[in-house]
């Protein structure tokens, strides 16, 4: 990351410390009132993260197809396609459990990311402003980069996810042929996840 990127917003903040006196000494105000406002954002965002955490691991798993009416899998391994339950037995319920044990998990994580990346995003202005006034804007960027390379490790774990997944999806669509149709994950998605920073697949 290039701190250098970050100074053109954080200009605008110079005139009010101008207002505020001719005093060479560095004023830690703007910095300070910054982070509180990255701390309120990255809250709300976290509030807002918990719900949607709460949804996927406590809702149903909602699946779409091209063509198809919406399916969905229950907490307790039932399947739903339009609303009306799939029969099924206990091997097949158990293969609905697993495949949505990984649908949770790579969503959770996918939350996660955007969790860190928002908290991050909040913060590094005041981050900028602090290495403004201290001088210390490399020390600054540094920090910033090392969460930033955290971030990233988290988004390749979701790809590490991606084999076991595309397996039990195959799997399942084997087992139950009613859900074969919204088995749109390919080996496609495994091959691409992480390239050119993105994190896509089919579910």
Known sequence: MNLMRLLPATLLCLPLIACGGTSSAPDTSVGKSVAETSSGVGRKVQEAMDEARREITEGNIKISADSQPRAEITPDGQLLIGGKDVPTNDAQRRQLLEYRGHVVAIATDG??????GAKLGASAAGEALKGIFSGDSEGVEKRINAEA?????????????LPAMLA?????????????PYASM???DV????????VTFSN
């Open 168 to 180: 039990s999806q195959q799997a399942l669509a084997r087992e139950l042929p009613a859900f074969k």
């Open 186 to 188: 390919d080996q496609s």
């Open 111 to 116: 939350m996660n990311v955007g969790l860190a």
């Open 191 to 198: 091959d691409d996840c992480g390239k050119d920073g993105s």
């Open 149 to 161: 390379a955290k971030i990233e490790a988290q988004a390749k774990r979701i790809c590490d996810r």
